[in-house]
């Protein structure tokens, strides 16, 4: 009998809608036909938050250095120093990083995988020296190895004030 999947929506033939029972039957039918059939899929869950409550110092080139606030899971591990290890996978990187204007105008930073720069994860303010500003950006990150490491780090050419902000990391595969 024809089933279309919904359980309190369950139609076709002459009596519909048929009643939920004799369509969890078909379903289960259905189900057992195929051994390939994955019915409830799971992605070991992982993350990580960390948070900068304390002025620091960022020299060119160097890596924003959190505090850990919260980790789940055991795919994502920080070692104190602004390095991330992460295990296989696909994860969401965000961060959200207030400072100080240095003298070259500009408040830089992006994301870099195993030294590398992910080109679309730079964020840049510009403004008058001094100044208060933000900067933010989210990058989706593939691990292909298999362990990676992600870093933020300050991209301009000036030593970098951050005063507060955050760092959150998520597997999503």
């Known amino acids: 009998m024809p089933c279309n999947l919904n359980f309190n929506q369950c ?18 039918a259905l189900l057992n036909q195929s051994d390939t059939t994955v019915v409830n899929p ?8 960390t948070s900068i409550s304390s002025t620091q110092t960022v020299l060119s080139g160097g890596n924003v250095v959190p505090t850990q606030s919260f980790s789940q899971g055991n795919a994502i591990s ?13 994860y969401l990187v965000s961060y959200n990083l ?8 500009d408040f830089s930073f992006g994301v870099y995988q195993n030294g590398t720069l992910l080109p679309s994860s ?18 989706f990150v593939d691990i292909t190895a ?21 760092i959150a990391i998520q ?3």
Do not use: H, M, W
Not at 146 to 166: A, F, H, L, R, W
């Open 122 to 139: 730079q964020s840049t303010s510009s403004g008058s020296v001094g100044n208060q500003t933000n900067v933010s950006n989210s990058v």
């Open 146 to 166: 298999p362990t990676g490491e992600i870093t933020i780090k300050n991209t301009g050419t000036d030593p970098q004030v951050v005063s507060n902000g955050s």
């Open 11 to 28: 139609c076709c033939g002459r009596n519909f809608p048929i009643p939920i029972f004799t369509c969890r039957r078909n379903l289960i």
């Open 78 to 90: 920080y070692d104190g120093n602004g390095t991330f290890t992460l295990l296989f996978g696909r």
């Open 42 to 49: 799971t992605v070991q869950s992982a993350s990580i938050i």
């Open 171 to 173: 597997k999503i595969i």
């Open 98 to 105: 207030g400072g100080t204007i240095p003298a070259s105008g």
